[in-house]
């Protein structure tokens, strides 16, 4: 599955504890990653520092759903089902 284009949601949605370029503690849930640029798409995509939690994480119709909204939805709850 490609990534849904205008979409972004695991670069929102999702708590990140590892380093980030420009974010050096990570992120935290529902915070947008400084990296999405206007159209939801990641600057750092290719590039090594890019962290290893979101290359290791591919979209799939059980977490992106039919839209943004709904992948939004589905992450937040994970969040809460795997928070400490």
Request: hydrophobic residues 35%; contains cysteine.
């Amino acid at each position: 599955m490609e990534c849904r284009s205008g979409c972004g949601a695991c670069c929102i949605g999702i708590s990140i504890s590892s380093v980030i370029p420009g974010m050096p503690n990570g992120k935290l849930a529902d915070e947008p990653c400084i990296h999405l640029d206007e159209v939801f798409r990641c600057k750092i995509f290719h590039h090594p520092d890019r962290p290893k939690v979101c290359a290791q994480l591919k979209p799939c119709a059980d977490m992106c759903l039919s839209n943004r909204d709904e992948a939004l939805s589905y992450l937040r709850n994970l969040e809460n089902l795997t928070a400490p």
